[in-house]
T-cell receptor, first 110, second 118 residues
Framework: GENVEQHPSTLSVQEGDSAVIKCTYS??????FPWYKQELGKRPQLIID?????GEKKDQRIAVTLNKTAKHFSLHITETQPEDSAVYFC?????????FGQGTILTVHP | DTAVSQTPKYLVTQMGNDKSIKCEQN?????MYWYKQDSKKFLKIMFS???????INETVPNRFSPKSPDKAHLNLHINSLELGDSAVYFC?????????????????FGSGTRLTVV
């Protein structure tokens, strides 16, 4: 089955800096890669996703890149703000269930 | 106007008890899931139902039994609760895996049920 590895497990940045979270996946059949943000005590919420026929996608301060050959994808957050502090999960799917990475605790210091 | 709603939000119970968690979605999605989030925040799939039929059953103890009376509801019953069952359980839903040109969509999660077994 699919295995998703996510790094780093924790990330601490200053407000205004950029943050990058990286994930690798094992199943070459996976073709859908969403990212979720989970604030403390809340549900995971979809923030951006990318499909395998696209190499990069951007939504305001958030961007995701995908390298299918290397089987890795990354989340980039620019101009970070304290409200970006949360746990971020990557996930991969080839049809059916999403397999999640282990999560990254992002802390943005004012 | 909650899209995916779970009840209860908190559940504290003693070892050995039997409990149920209910989930309902009003998005018209065909597929529903149960995920378990442990103390290290890892999200692991337990079950998936597509239009009332079980399609994914990961390695979960038989004490856990999902039931889907219709495609808008997916409940989780847990027998003989153990300390290790303490976690946050999330229900989620998504459109069908295949729509037209094999487009996949992300999940919409419920607010979670924090289960504490004492």
């Amino acid at each position: 089955g699919e295995n998703v590895e996510q790094h780093p497990s924790t990330l601490s940045v200053q407000e205004g800096d950029s943050a990058v979270i990286k994930c690798t996946y094992s199943d070459s059949a996976s073709n859908y890669f969403p990212w979720y943000k989970q604030e403390l005590g809340k549900r995971p919420q979809l923030i951006i996703d990318i499909r395998s026929n696209v190499g990069e996608k951007k939504d305001q301060r958030i961007a995701v890149t995908l390298n299918k050959t290397a089987k890795h994808f990354s989340l980039h957050i620019t101009e970070t703000q304290p409200e970006d502090s949360a746990v971020y999960f990557c996930a991969a799917s080839g049809g059916g269930k999403l397999t999640f990475g282990q999560g990254t605790i992002l802390t943005v210091h004012p | 106007d909650t899209a995916v709603s779970q009840t209860p939000k908190y559940l504290v119970t003693q070892m050995g008890n039997d409990k149920s968690i209910k989930c309902e979605q009003n998005l018209g999605h065909d597929t529903m899931y149960w995920y378990k989030q442990d103390s290290k925040k890892f999200l692991k799939i337990m079950f998936s139902y597509n239009n009332k039929e079980l399609i994914i059953n990961e390695t979960v103890p038989n004490r856990f039994s999902p039931k889907s009376p219709d495609k808008a509801h997916l409940n989780l019953h847990i027998n003989s609760l153990e300390l290790g069952d303490s976690a946050v359980y999330f229900c989620a839903s998504s459109p069908p895996y295949f729509q037209g040109a094999r487009v996949y969509y992300g999940y919409t999660f419920g607010s979670g049920t924090r289960l504490t077994v004492v």
